[in-house]
């Protein structure tokens, strides 16, 4: 099973609303990571967790928050987001040994903000 | 610095022609690459990997891919697409030992009954 879920499908926000996105998996992966995507472009790298810790941040507005509360569950804090932030958020999970690290993605959140 | 390339921005084809896509990567060492595949309103989801080996790979709807690396290169192919193939299709790239994938701009496929 190579399964990631991601919570909520969809979401609509105002600018100064608070929300937070969910992403589970149940494969003993212990990599996981968010990524943003733009319609008809290639998914950008936002965080990357390993064993719960944050490896990589690509200088990310500090209006998203990333969370790992355990190892199946990554959460991204939304707040005081901008309009050109609306677009497809995809979480991922890899092994995490860095050995042949390969990532599956979830289905996404799609993000409008208002 | 480390990038893949897809050349091909949008590909017509046919029922039952050969597709071939290209991709080219740059990237210091040894190198991990992937292919995947995001049909209209799905999730990406991995078509083929290499790692080490055979360079000639097989992955899933029969779809394979060679790496060539003294081309830098890691094309798709399948002999005969069919219309459910049409699909937006990314190659991506990791150094050995990294988190970080690198994705191309994502080829366009679309197979006309």
């Known amino acids: 099973d190579t399964e990631v879920t991601q919570t909520p499908k969809h979401l609509v926000m105002g600018m100064t609303n608070k929300k937070s996105l969910k992403c589970e998996q149940h494969m003993g992966h212990r990599a996981m990571y968010w990524y943003k995507q733009k319609a008809k472009k290639p998914p950008e790298l936002m965080f990357v967790?390993?064993?719960?810790?944050?490896?990589i941040n690509e200088s990310v507005p500090s209006r998203f928050s990333p969370e790992c509360p355990n190892s199946s569950l990554l959460n991204l804090h939304l707040h005081a987001l901008q309009p050109e932030d609306s677009a497809l958020y995809l979480c991922a999970s890899s092994q995490g040994s860095r050995s042949q690290e390969t990532q599956y993605f979830g289905p996404g959140t799609r993000l409008l903000v208002l | 610095a480390q990038s893949v390339s897809q050349h091909n921005h949008h590909v017509i084809l046919s029922e039952a022609a050969s597709l071939e896509l290209g991709c080219n990567y740059s990237y210091g060492g040894t190198v991990n690459l992937f292919w995947y595949v995001q049909y209209p309103g799905q999730h990406l989801q991995l078509l083929l990997k290499?790692?080490?080996?055979?360079?000639l790979v097989k992955g899933i709807k029969g779809f394979e891919a060679e790496f060539i690396k003294s081309k830098f290169s890691f094309n798709l192919r399948k002999p005969s697409v069919q219309w459910s193939d049409t699909a937006e299709y990314f190659c991506a790239a990791s150094g050995a030992g990294s988190y970080q994938l690198t994705f191309g701009k994502g080829t366009k496929l679309s197979v006309i009954p």
């Open positions: 290499y790692f080490s080996g055979d360079p």
């Open positions: 967790y390993s064993y719960e810790k944050l490896s």
